[in-house]
């Protein structure tokens, strides 16, 4: 990874489109610290720590701008959420789907049909944030309104700077995409994860300060933090390859084909999506929570229901680990349905007069690559769900830690890292490509 980089540093339209982009993630840092008028960050900070998964996993990823209510407090949410929300009804709806198989003309109307739906969803959580921060932490509201400033134009100020936030951050992301190394939203991502690293780090110090007795939890700690990578590095590069052979063709006096290849097949394919996916359906109780907040003393059937069924997906509970994993093979599963036809790759590969050895060609070649399809994605999905519940049971076991999303923050890092990596390598491949004339 790092000679990539220090190659890549040193061509001169490279080492452009690096600089280039950590300008703009300079901007996107610089927006994180810049306050939205009408709030206070002290009773938001202390909302975030005790509210639990939800709200914590928004602040990580946004940089910790939501705790501190700043500009970029939504940070890229909205336009993942319209990313995802495009792409699966890209598979339900014939007029997106047909958009998808037009080309660039096709990907360009997508991605502006996905930021309006982003600028729709990024009002309606700019207009969540605004009650929950309203209705504050034991009556404690962290919306100040200051002498002759109306309770509207207030929640107008919040709502508008949450919205218009949200947007910037797409556009630094486009910015990247178009004018440095590309992956800009992946990018800014990446830098809001990254960002609180420092943060976490002296945490854990202040925290061997305060209780000797975790000077030797924290070393091991770091040593699994260290052995995460690794096994997510191993398991995002592992494959499984199903060979072909290339029928041979006579035309004239030339023979085409009678090569052998591969089709690979990623094992952690799907990537980090379906954490989102799962994460986004755990944290609906969450969201409602928000609105109807849990009485301390509920009474009447309806309201013990209802305290009960926010408790049962509190990360608090073993049931939300058990729950999270399950849903997270089920969207794995889910996801790699929708990106793989294994009936599409055996016609393809009749029609190019190629076949797997031993595997006849048509249903049983489809019904081959079904199954083996069927056993990389469960690896897939055991291995996305020991990351993303192994640090929450961690966080159950020792709560001072506070690491219950460390597994899918560091995914998310590995896999931009590799792909940035990758991307980097294949513009220098082309720069360095002579081409046919030479």
Request: glycine content about 8%; overall charge positive; hydrophobic content about 50%.
């Amino acid at each position: 990874m790092f000679t990539t980089f220090r190659n890549a540093w040193k061509v001169p339209e490279l080492r452009k489109k690096i600089l280039y982009t950590l300008l703009i993630i300079l901007i996107f840092r610089i927006g994180c610290h810049i306050p939205v008028p009408f709030l206070d960050a002290s009773v938001l900070s202390s909302m975030i720590s005790d509210e639990g998964n939800f709200l914590s996993y928004m602040d990580i990823l946004s940089g910790g701008a939501l705790s501190k209510g700043t500009l970029f407090a939504l940070a890229i949410q909205p336009y993942i959420n319209a990313s995802i929300i495009v792409q699966l009804l890209t598979y339900a709806l014939p007029p997106l789907e047909n958009l998808q198989k037009e080309g660039e003309e096709g990907r360009k109307k997508l991605n502006t049909i996905t930021m309006f739906v982003s600028l729709a969803i990024s009002l309606v959580m700019s207009y969540a944030y605004y009650v929950t921060q309203r209705n504050g932490k034991d009556g404690v509201s962290a919306v100040k309104y200051p002498d002759g400033a109306a309770g509207v134009f207030a929640a107008f100020v919040i709502i508008a700077s949450f919205t218009a936030g949200s947007c910037v951050v797409v556009w630094l992301g486009n910015r990247i995409n178009e004018k440095g190394i590309g992956n800009g939203i992946s990018m800014i991502l990446f830098a809001g994860i990254v960002s609180r690293g420092p943060s976490s780090v002296l945490a854990m110090f202040e925290l061997v300060k305060s209780d000797k007795k975790y000077i030797l939890i924290v070393p091991v700690v770091l040593i699994v933090f260290v052995l995460m990578i690794g096994f997510i590095v191993f398991m995002n590069e592992s494959e499984r390859r199903i060979p072909i052979q290339y029928a041979k063709r006579v035309v004239g006096r030339k023979q085409y084909g009678g090569q052998n290849t591969h089709i690979p097949m990623k094992v952690a394919m799907s990537g980090v999506m379906p954490i989102i996916f799962a994460m986004a359906i755990m944290s609906l109780p969450a969201t409602l929570e928000m609105f109807i907040p849990v009485k301390a003393d509920p009474v009447g059937f309806w309201q013990k229901f209802y305290a009960g069924f926010v408790h049962f997906f509190s990360y608090q509970s073993g049931w939300y680990a058990i729950l999270y994993f399950i849903l997270i093979i089920a969207f794995n599963y889910f996801y790699v349905a929708m990106q793989y036809n294994p009936i599409e790759i055996a016609n393809n590969l009749r029609q190019n007069n190629g076949g797997i050895p031993g595997i006849r060609p048509g249903k049983p070649t489809s019904d081959y690559i079904q199954r083996v399809l069927s056993k990389i994605t469960l690896i897939g999905a055991v291995f996305l769900g020991v990351i993303a519940i192994f640090p929450i049971l961690t966080n159950l076991a020792m709560p001072q830690l506070n690491i219950a999303m460390g597994g899918t923050s560091i995914l998310i890092i590995v896999s931009v890292v590799l792909e940035t990596v990758r991307t980097l390598e294949s513009q220098m491949m082309m720069r360095h490509h002579k081409g046919f004339l030479e």
